[in-house]
């Protein structure tokens, strides 16, 4: 793996310890600034990096490289936004809702570029998002925009968890849909990808977009999060990589109080998605392992990628006391970028 430089965020050390500990049921206290990696290649078929899988996906332009067949967004014709970052809100559902939007050098206003929404966790942020899974820079050199919006009291509603977000039965299905429509908008943005990742609670919110926005969604990545919904069932086959920690104690790999276990839930994702045979062996490197349902419908793989020992954590990220191990043999920024890569919508 590259080596990395690293720029802490600006929260002091008392403030951010407190903050990381209390990353799933704490407050959000703190700004954050990602890290800057150095000298990293791209990660397409690096397969000594990320996982892959045997039949590659579905095929797609490279980024920053109109996909064949798909209309442009409105904000091809032209555009005021400057690449950087960038504070939304939206009006839908009858809230005011808010997104922190990063726009990479490579925007022009005229080069549909793949977005990625960035769910928070629980009760954290979107400056936390950012920090916790380094996906700016990587935006930055992969050329795509990358969206970090904000949950109702700081939750999303992805199932039957959690908080303010779920116990008011907050529409974040819409909400997403609204903020799509506006960064289309006002954005250049390739239509047939769009994907969806987060942290935990966010986690949790990917998996349901995967389940009932198929339409816009182009493949999911959630991290440490499970599927809390009683029925899914998507209007295509959608493309699934998963991280999780067999250690993490917020949310047990072995499911429990509800929940599926991680390894049922995305054996459930493959015959959805009509994936034929046994889940084969994909990546091997230390406490990280992923595992790959191919010969699926439409090109839609469904992987996981298990960290042996790991926390309630982003593999490859900063370590978060109190939450467990953070493997750094894998990434989950980088593999999850590869396979989003590969999976554009049909």
């Known amino acids: 793996?590259?080596?990395?430089?690293?720029?802490?965020?600006?929260?002091?050390?008392?403030?951010?310890?407190?903050?990381?500990?209390?990353?799933?049921?704490?407050?959000?206290?703190?700004?954050?600034?990602?890290?800057e990696?150095?000298?990293?290649?791209?990660?397409?078929?690096?397969?000594?990096?990320?996982?892959?899988?045997?039949a590659g996906g579905a095929a797609t332009s490279a980024p920053g490289a109109?996909?064949?067949?798909?209309?442009?967004?409105?904000?091809?014709?032209?555009?005021?936004?400057?690449?950087?970052d960038h504070d939304w809100t939206i009006s839908t559902g009858g809230r005011t809702r808010s997104a922190r939007v990063h726009v990479p050098p490579r925007h022009d206003g005229k080069t549909p570029l793949p977005v990625v929404l960035n769910f928070h966790g629980r009760l954290s942020s979107p400056s936390q998002a950012e920090w916790i899974s380094e996906m700016t820079p990587k935006a930055d050199a992969s050329g795509f925009v990358v969206v970090y919006p904000a949950g109702i009291g700081q939750t999303w509603n992805g199932g039957f968890c959690c908080g303010q977000a779920q116990s008011e039965n907050v529409d974040d299905v819409g909400f997403t849909r609204a903020l799509l429509d506006e960064l289309g908008a006002k954005l250049c943005i390739d239509a047939r990808?769009?994907?969806?990742?987060?942290?935990?609670?966010?986690?949790?919110?990917?998996?349901?977009?995967?389940?009932?926005?198929?339409?816009?969604?182009?493949?999911?990545?959630?991290?440490?999060?499970?599927l809390l919904l009683p029925s899914c069932k998507p209007s295509r086959p959608v493309p699934v990589i998963h991280f999780h920690g067999t250690s993490d104690t917020v949310v047990p790999y072995g499911g429990g109080l509800g929940m599926a276990s991680?390894?049922?839930?995305?054996?459930?994702?493959?015959?959805?998605?009509?994936?034929?045979?046994?889940?084969?062996?994909t990546f091997a490197r230390g406490d990280a392992k992923?595992?790959?349902?191919?010969?699926?419908?439409?090109?839609?793989?469904?992987?996981?990628?298990?960290?042996?020992?790991?926390?309630?954590?982003w593999p490859g990220g900063p370590a978060l006391p109190g939450l467990g191990k953070t493997s750094k043999d894998l990434d989950a920024t980088d593999a999850m970028w590869t396979f989003f890569a590969t999976h554009a919508m049909p």
């Open 290 to 313: 992923c595992v790959t349902w191919d010969g699926c419908t439409a090109g839609a793989d469904v992987t996981l990628c298990t960290i042996d020992g790991g926390g309630h954590t």
């Open 193 to 226: 990808r769009v994907f969806a990742t987060g942290l935990s609670n966010g986690g949790f919110m990917s998996h349901r977009l995967a389940c009932e926005l198929a339409d816009r969604i182009a493949a999911v990545g959630p991290v440490a999060g499970h």
């Open 262 to 281: 991680v390894e049922s839930s995305l054996a459930g994702w493959a015959e959805r998605n009509g994936c034929t045979g046994s889940a084969k062996e």
């Open 1 to 35: 793996m590259p080596a990395r430089s690293r720029r802490q965020p600006t929260v002091a050390p008392r403030a951010r310890l407190l903050l990381l500990c209390l990353l799933a049921c704490g407050s959000e206290t703190a700004g954050a600034g990602a890290r």
């Open 66 to 84: 109109p996909s064949a067949g798909t209309p442009p967004s409105s904000g091809c014709a032209g555009t005021s936004v400057t690449p950087g």
């Open 37 to 54: 990696r150095a000298g990293e290649a791209s990660p397409a078929g690096a397969v000594t990096d990320a996982p892959t899988t045997e």
